[in-house]
Protein backbone atom coordinates (compact mmCIF):
# COMPACT_ATOMS: atom_id res chain seq x y z
CA UNK A 1 0.00 0.00 0.00
CA UNK A 2 1.05 3.86 -0.55
CA UNK A 3 1.02 5.60 2.05
CA UNK A 4 -0.60 9.12 2.53
CA UNK A 5 -1.63 11.51 5.18
CA UNK A 6 -4.36 12.90 6.96
CA UNK A 7 -3.82 16.89 8.03
CA UNK A 8 -6.50 17.83 10.70
CA UNK A 9 -7.49 21.73 10.67
CA UNK A 10 -5.76 22.31 14.14
CA UNK A 11 -2.32 21.02 11.96
CA UNK A 12 -2.07 17.60 13.86
CA UNK A 13 -0.40 15.24 10.80
CA UNK A 14 -1.24 11.20 10.90
CA UNK A 15 0.55 9.01 8.42
CA UNK A 16 -1.56 5.87 6.78
CA UNK A 17 -1.62 3.93 4.18
CA UNK A 18 -4.28 4.25 0.96
CA UNK A 19 -6.86 2.51 0.55
CA UNK A 20 -10.33 2.86 -1.83
CA UNK A 21 -9.65 5.01 -4.50
CA UNK A 22 -6.58 7.10 -4.83
CA UNK A 23 -5.89 10.80 -5.07
CA UNK A 24 -6.61 13.54 -2.50
CA UNK A 25 -9.96 14.58 -0.52
CA UNK A 26 -11.26 17.43 1.90
CA UNK A 27 -14.29 17.29 4.14
CA UNK A 28 -15.73 18.05 7.81
CA UNK A 29 -14.27 14.71 9.56
CA UNK A 30 -16.98 13.18 11.98
CA UNK A 31 -16.95 10.19 14.09
CA UNK A 32 -19.19 7.41 13.93
CA UNK A 33 -19.33 4.74 17.36
CA UNK A 34 -21.05 1.74 14.96
CA UNK A 35 -20.09 -1.65 15.30
CA UNK A 36 -22.17 -3.15 12.42
CA UNK A 37 -23.89 -1.10 9.94
CA UNK A 38 -21.08 0.30 7.81
CA UNK A 39 -22.76 -0.35 4.73
CA UNK A 40 -25.96 1.54 5.55
CA UNK A 41 -23.54 4.45 6.98
CA UNK A 42 -20.98 4.65 3.77
CA UNK A 43 -24.38 5.19 1.58
CA UNK A 44 -26.02 7.21 3.81
CA UNK A 45 -26.66 10.98 2.41
CA UNK A 46 -26.85 12.56 5.90
CA UNK A 47 -22.61 12.34 5.16
CA UNK A 48 -22.70 14.17 2.03
CA UNK A 49 -19.43 16.47 2.46
CA UNK A 50 -17.76 14.61 5.00
CA UNK A 51 -14.86 12.44 5.86
CA UNK A 52 -16.27 9.47 7.59
CA UNK A 53 -13.83 8.23 10.24
CA UNK A 54 -15.20 4.75 12.02
CA UNK A 55 -14.11 4.11 15.85
CA UNK A 56 -14.60 0.72 15.82
CA UNK A 57 -11.58 -0.75 15.11
CA UNK A 58 -12.14 -3.39 12.07
CA UNK A 59 -14.36 -2.60 9.39
CA UNK A 60 -15.71 -4.40 6.12
CA UNK A 61 -15.36 -7.90 8.17
CA UNK A 62 -18.85 -8.94 6.39
CA UNK A 63 -18.51 -7.18 2.47
CA UNK A 64 -20.54 -5.05 0.70
CA UNK A 65 -24.13 -5.86 0.16
CA UNK A 66 -25.87 -3.98 -2.65
CA UNK A 67 -29.10 -4.63 -1.06
CA UNK A 68 -28.46 -3.11 2.01
CA UNK A 69 -27.27 0.46 0.32
CA UNK A 70 -29.76 3.62 1.72
CA UNK A 71 -29.18 5.23 -1.52
CA UNK A 72 -26.85 5.04 -4.96
CA UNK A 73 -23.94 5.82 -3.93
CA UNK A 74 -21.82 6.69 -1.52
CA UNK A 75 -22.26 10.47 -0.70
CA UNK A 76 -18.66 10.65 2.01
CA UNK A 77 -16.33 12.66 0.65
CA UNK A 78 -13.38 10.55 2.52
CA UNK A 79 -13.12 7.27 4.75
CA UNK A 80 -10.89 6.59 8.01
CA UNK A 81 -10.64 3.42 9.50
CA UNK A 82 -7.86 1.89 11.11
CA UNK A 83 -8.00 -1.69 9.78
CA UNK A 84 -10.42 -2.64 7.13
CA UNK A 85 -11.21 -6.71 5.91
CA UNK A 86 -8.73 -7.74 3.10
CA UNK A 87 -11.06 -11.65 2.89
CA UNK A 88 -14.91 -10.70 4.51
CA UNK A 89 -16.71 -13.82 5.80
CA UNK A 90 -20.50 -13.45 4.67
CA UNK A 91 -22.71 -14.97 2.32
CA UNK A 92 -24.27 -12.10 0.99
CA UNK A 93 -20.89 -10.22 0.58
CA UNK A 94 -20.14 -8.83 -2.99
CA UNK A 95 -17.20 -6.64 -2.64
CA UNK A 96 -14.67 -5.61 0.15
CA UNK A 97 -14.53 -2.32 1.74
CA UNK A 98 -11.94 -1.40 -0.44
CA UNK A 99 -13.66 -2.63 -4.28
CA UNK A 100 -16.19 -0.42 -2.97
CA UNK A 101 -14.35 2.62 -2.56
CA UNK A 102 -12.77 2.05 -5.98
CA UNK A 103 -15.86 2.07 -7.94
CA UNK A 104 -16.91 4.50 -5.42
CA UNK A 105 -14.21 7.05 -5.95
CA UNK A 106 -13.87 7.46 -2.58
CA UNK A 107 -10.99 8.26 -0.85
CA UNK A 108 -9.93 6.28 2.10
CA UNK A 109 -7.08 5.97 4.95
CA UNK A 110 -6.22 3.03 7.10
CA UNK A 111 -3.70 2.54 9.45
CA UNK A 112 -4.06 5.12 11.66
CA UNK A 113 -4.74 5.69 15.10
CA UNK A 114 -8.43 6.01 15.06
CA UNK A 115 -8.80 6.51 18.96
CA UNK A 116 -6.18 9.37 19.03
CA UNK A 117 -8.36 11.73 16.43
CA UNK A 118 -11.27 10.88 17.87
CA UNK A 119 -10.58 12.18 21.43
CA UNK A 120 -9.14 15.28 19.45
CA UNK A 121 -12.59 15.68 17.76
CA UNK A 122 -14.12 15.46 21.62
CA UNK A 123 -11.79 17.45 23.23
CA UNK A 124 -11.51 20.28 20.32
CA UNK A 125 -14.59 19.59 18.42
CA UNK A 126 -15.24 18.69 15.03
CA UNK A 127 -12.97 20.40 12.58
CA UNK A 128 -12.12 19.90 8.45
CA UNK A 129 -9.76 17.61 7.05
CA UNK A 130 -7.80 16.88 4.15
CA UNK A 131 -6.21 12.65 2.85
CA UNK A 132 -3.58 13.73 0.76
CA UNK A 133 -0.42 11.74 -0.86
CA UNK A 134 1.74 14.40 -0.25
CA UNK A 135 3.31 14.99 3.29
CA UNK A 136 1.28 18.56 4.26
CA UNK A 137 3.87 21.05 5.48
CA UNK A 138 1.37 23.58 7.18
CA UNK A 139 -2.30 23.88 6.88
CA UNK A 140 -3.88 24.87 3.65
CA UNK A 141 -5.76 27.74 3.67
CA UNK A 142 -8.47 26.07 1.60
CA UNK A 143 -9.01 23.82 4.99
CA UNK A 144 -9.39 26.68 7.09
CA UNK A 145 -12.40 27.84 4.85
CA UNK A 146 -13.79 24.01 3.38
CA UNK A 147 -17.61 24.38 4.55
CA UNK A 148 -20.67 22.13 3.83
CA UNK A 149 -22.58 23.66 1.65
CA UNK A 150 -25.93 22.75 -0.64
CA UNK A 151 -25.72 19.38 -0.02
CA UNK A 152 -29.47 18.63 0.03
CA UNK A 153 -29.90 19.56 -3.34
CA UNK A 154 -27.09 17.17 -4.33
CA UNK A 155 -28.57 14.45 -2.93
CA UNK A 156 -32.56 14.87 -3.30
CA UNK A 157 -34.54 13.26 -6.29
CA UNK A 158 -34.23 15.78 -9.29
CA UNK A 159 -38.11 13.97 -10.04
CA UNK A 160 -40.66 13.02 -8.31
CA UNK A 161 -41.18 8.62 -8.16
CA UNK A 162 -44.15 6.58 -6.80
CA UNK A 163 -43.30 3.77 -4.29
CA UNK A 164 -46.31 1.28 -4.07
CA UNK A 165 -47.05 -0.18 -0.36
CA UNK A 166 -46.91 -3.60 0.56
CA UNK A 167 -50.04 -5.33 0.35
CA UNK A 168 -53.16 -3.51 1.36
CA UNK A 169 -52.41 0.46 0.51
CA UNK A 170 -54.01 1.72 4.02
CA UNK A 171 -52.28 5.59 3.70
CA UNK A 172 -50.99 8.07 0.48
CA UNK A 173 -47.84 9.42 2.20
CA UNK A 174 -45.79 12.72 0.35
CA UNK A 175 -42.15 11.97 1.25
CA UNK A 176 -40.06 15.18 0.90
CA UNK A 177 -36.18 14.46 0.11
CA UNK A 178 -33.58 16.24 1.28
CA UNK A 179 -31.30 12.92 1.45
CA UNK A 180 -33.88 10.41 1.96
CA UNK A 181 -32.49 6.52 3.25
CA UNK A 182 -34.30 4.02 1.47
CA UNK A 183 -35.64 2.58 5.06
CA UNK A 184 -37.39 5.27 5.77
CA UNK A 185 -39.51 4.04 2.14
CA UNK A 186 -38.97 0.69 3.22
CA UNK A 187 -40.64 1.25 6.33
CA UNK A 188 -43.75 3.28 5.31
CA UNK A 189 -44.71 1.11 2.59
CA UNK A 190 -43.95 -1.93 5.32
CA UNK A 191 -46.68 0.06 7.06
CA UNK A 192 -49.16 -0.18 4.09
CA UNK A 193 -48.34 3.36 2.62
CA UNK A 194 -48.31 4.05 -0.89
CA UNK A 195 -45.21 6.84 -1.01
CA UNK A 196 -44.88 9.81 -3.48
CA UNK A 197 -41.24 10.71 -3.07
CA UNK A 198 -40.84 14.76 -4.25
CA UNK A 199 -38.04 16.54 -4.77
CA UNK A 200 -36.34 18.63 -1.48
CA UNK A 201 -37.49 21.99 -3.67
CA UNK A 202 -41.14 21.03 -4.61
CA UNK A 203 -43.84 23.95 -3.71
CA UNK A 204 -46.35 23.18 -1.26
CA UNK A 205 -49.18 23.60 -3.23
CA UNK A 206 -48.30 20.96 -5.53
CA UNK A 207 -48.02 18.87 -2.38
CA UNK A 208 -51.58 19.64 -1.39
CA UNK A 209 -52.46 19.36 -4.80
CA UNK A 210 -51.29 15.59 -4.86
CA UNK A 211 -53.65 15.54 -1.62
CA UNK A 212 -52.10 13.11 0.30
CA UNK A 213 -52.82 11.57 3.93
CA UNK A 214 -49.81 12.67 5.24
CA UNK A 215 -46.46 14.13 4.89
CA UNK A 216 -42.99 12.65 5.53
CA UNK A 217 -39.90 15.37 6.02
CA UNK A 218 -36.96 12.92 5.57
CA UNK A 219 -33.26 12.94 6.91
CA UNK A 220 -30.18 14.64 5.18
CA UNK A 221 -26.79 16.60 5.26
CA UNK A 222 -25.74 19.99 5.93
CA UNK A 223 -26.85 22.72 8.47
CA UNK A 224 -30.57 22.84 8.48
CA UNK A 225 -30.82 26.70 8.80
CA UNK A 226 -29.45 26.72 5.20
CA UNK A 227 -32.43 25.66 3.79
CA UNK A 228 -34.50 28.59 3.89
CA UNK A 229 -36.88 27.70 0.52
CA UNK A 230 -37.30 24.40 2.15
CA UNK A 231 -38.39 26.09 5.45
CA UNK A 232 -40.72 28.59 3.65
CA UNK A 233 -42.52 25.57 1.67
CA UNK A 234 -42.87 23.60 5.19
CA UNK A 235 -44.68 26.78 6.55
CA UNK A 236 -47.12 26.48 4.22
CA UNK A 237 -47.92 23.18 5.04
CA UNK A 238 -47.71 23.44 9.01
CA UNK A 239 -51.91 22.44 9.76
CA UNK A 240 -52.46 21.43 6.76
CA UNK A 241 -51.91 17.56 6.80
CA UNK A 242 -50.32 15.14 9.49
CA UNK A 243 -46.60 15.63 9.21
CA UNK A 244 -43.64 13.47 10.84
CA UNK A 245 -40.31 14.33 10.42
CA UNK A 246 -37.09 12.27 11.17
CA UNK A 247 -33.38 14.12 11.37
CA UNK A 248 -32.95 16.80 9.38
CA UNK A 249 -36.46 16.97 8.82
CA UNK A 250 -36.82 17.26 12.41
CA UNK A 251 -34.66 20.19 12.30
CA UNK A 252 -36.36 22.17 9.48
CA UNK A 253 -39.89 21.32 11.23
CA UNK A 254 -38.74 23.00 13.98
CA UNK A 255 -37.15 26.25 12.16
CA UNK A 256 -40.59 26.70 9.97
CA UNK A 257 -42.38 26.70 13.34
CA UNK A 258 -40.32 29.86 14.64
CA UNK A 259 -37.38 27.65 16.70
CA UNK A 260 -33.89 27.84 16.07
CA UNK A 261 -30.99 25.03 15.72
CA UNK A 262 -27.37 25.20 16.76
CA UNK A 263 -23.98 23.05 15.72
CA UNK A 264 -23.08 20.68 17.69
CA UNK A 265 -19.43 20.19 19.45
CA UNK A 266 -18.98 16.86 17.54
CA UNK A 267 -22.50 15.69 17.06
CA UNK A 268 -24.24 12.08 17.37
CA UNK A 269 -23.01 9.22 15.21
CA UNK A 270 -23.66 6.14 15.93
CA UNK A 271 -26.27 2.96 17.06
CA UNK A 272 -26.14 3.48 20.55
CA UNK A 273 -27.80 6.79 21.39
CA UNK A 274 -29.49 7.14 24.60
CA UNK A 275 -33.26 8.93 24.76
CA UNK A 276 -35.18 9.44 26.98
CA UNK A 277 -39.26 9.83 26.93
CA UNK A 278 -40.17 12.78 28.70
CA UNK A 279 -43.47 11.14 29.50
CA UNK A 280 -42.82 7.82 30.68
CA UNK A 281 -39.44 8.19 31.77
CA UNK A 282 -38.53 4.91 29.83
CA UNK A 283 -35.00 4.91 28.00
CA UNK A 284 -34.46 4.29 24.63
CA UNK A 285 -31.04 3.10 22.40
CA UNK A 286 -31.55 5.02 19.20
CA UNK A 287 -29.58 5.36 16.11
CA UNK A 288 -28.22 8.94 15.22
CA UNK A 289 -26.38 10.59 12.41
CA UNK A 290 -26.29 14.43 13.37
CA UNK A 291 -24.33 17.45 13.93
CA UNK A 292 -27.26 19.85 14.53
CA UNK A 293 -29.73 20.27 17.28
CA UNK A 294 -32.79 21.74 17.81
CA UNK A 295 -32.64 24.63 20.53
CA UNK A 296 -36.12 23.68 22.36
CA UNK A 297 -36.17 26.28 24.25
CA UNK A 298 -36.60 28.85 21.21
CA UNK A 299 -40.18 27.54 20.45
CA UNK A 300 -43.38 28.51 21.80
CA UNK A 301 -44.62 25.82 24.17
CA UNK A 302 -47.80 26.26 23.10
CA UNK A 303 -47.24 24.91 19.57
CA UNK A 304 -44.64 22.74 20.53
CA UNK A 305 -43.74 20.16 23.49
CA UNK A 306 -40.38 18.82 24.28
CA UNK A 307 -41.04 14.92 24.00
CA UNK A 308 -37.70 13.27 24.20
CA UNK A 309 -33.90 14.70 25.35
CA UNK A 310 -30.35 12.85 24.90
CA UNK A 311 -29.07 11.21 28.35
CA UNK A 312 -25.46 12.00 27.47
CA UNK A 313 -25.93 15.90 26.74
CA UNK A 314 -29.57 16.58 27.45
CA UNK A 315 -30.01 17.92 23.75
CA UNK A 316 -33.76 18.25 22.36
CA UNK A 317 -34.27 14.33 20.67
CA UNK A 318 -38.21 14.69 19.92
CA UNK A 319 -41.11 17.19 19.93
CA UNK A 320 -44.62 17.38 19.21
CA UNK A 321 -46.77 19.68 17.85
CA UNK A 322 -50.15 18.78 18.63
CA UNK A 323 -52.38 21.58 17.60
CA UNK A 324 -50.47 21.29 14.17
CA UNK A 325 -50.79 17.57 13.94
CA UNK A 326 -47.13 16.91 13.91
CA UNK A 327 -43.97 15.14 15.57
CA UNK A 328 -40.73 14.82 15.02
CA UNK A 329 -37.61 13.15 15.85
CA UNK A 330 -33.79 13.63 16.07
CA UNK A 331 -32.98 10.19 16.41
CA UNK A 332 -33.80 7.03 13.36
CA UNK A 333 -37.01 5.30 14.34
CA UNK A 334 -36.59 3.23 10.87
CA UNK A 335 -32.70 2.26 11.85
CA UNK A 336 -31.63 -0.54 9.33
CA UNK A 337 -28.54 -1.89 10.46
CA UNK A 338 -29.54 -0.28 13.88
CA UNK A 339 -31.83 -0.78 17.42
CA UNK A 340 -35.70 -1.28 16.36
CA UNK A 341 -36.44 0.43 19.66
CA UNK A 342 -38.33 3.25 18.04
CA UNK A 343 -40.45 1.70 15.53
CA UNK A 344 -43.52 1.84 17.10
CA UNK A 345 -42.97 5.79 16.17
CA UNK A 346 -44.73 5.02 12.57
CA UNK A 347 -47.79 3.72 14.61
CA UNK A 348 -48.13 7.58 15.44
CA UNK A 349 -48.20 8.47 11.80
CA UNK A 350 -50.82 6.04 10.94
CA UNK A 351 -52.74 6.86 13.78
CA UNK A 352 -52.49 10.73 12.83
CA UNK A 353 -53.58 10.17 9.27
CA UNK A 354 -56.42 7.87 10.58
CA UNK A 355 -57.64 10.80 12.01
CA UNK A 356 -56.21 10.34 15.73
CA UNK A 357 -54.60 12.95 18.10
CA UNK A 358 -50.92 13.45 19.28
Not at 38 to 47: F, G, H, K, R
Not at 71 to 98: I, L, Y
Not at 115 to 134: C, D, H, L, S
Given at each position: ??K?Y????????????????AG????E???T????????T???????????M?????????????????????????????????D??????E???D?????????????V?????????RE?GVM?A???????????D?L???KV??V????S????????????E???????D??????????????G??????P???????????N?????LSN??????E???C???I?????K?P??????????L????G?K?????????????????????????????HGY???????DK?V?????????????E??????L??????F?P??????R????S?????D???????
Amino acid sequence: MNKVYIILENGRVFEGESFGAAGETMGELVFTTGVVGYVETLTDPSYAGQIIMHTFPEMGNYGIIHDDYESWKCHARGVVVRNWCHDPSNFRCEQTMDEFLKAQGVVGICGVDTREITQIIRETGVMNAKITPVKPEGVPDELRTYKVKSVVAETSTKSPYVVAAEGEEKHSVALLDYGAKRNIIRELTGWGCKVTVFPYNTPAETILAANPDGIMLSNGAGDPSENVGCIAEIKKLLGKKPIFGICLGHQLLALAAGGKTEKLRYGHRGGNQPVRDLKTGRVYITSQNHGYAVVSESLDKSVAQLSYVNINDNTCEGLDYPSLHAYSMQFHPEAHSGPRDMRFSFQRFMDLMDGGEL
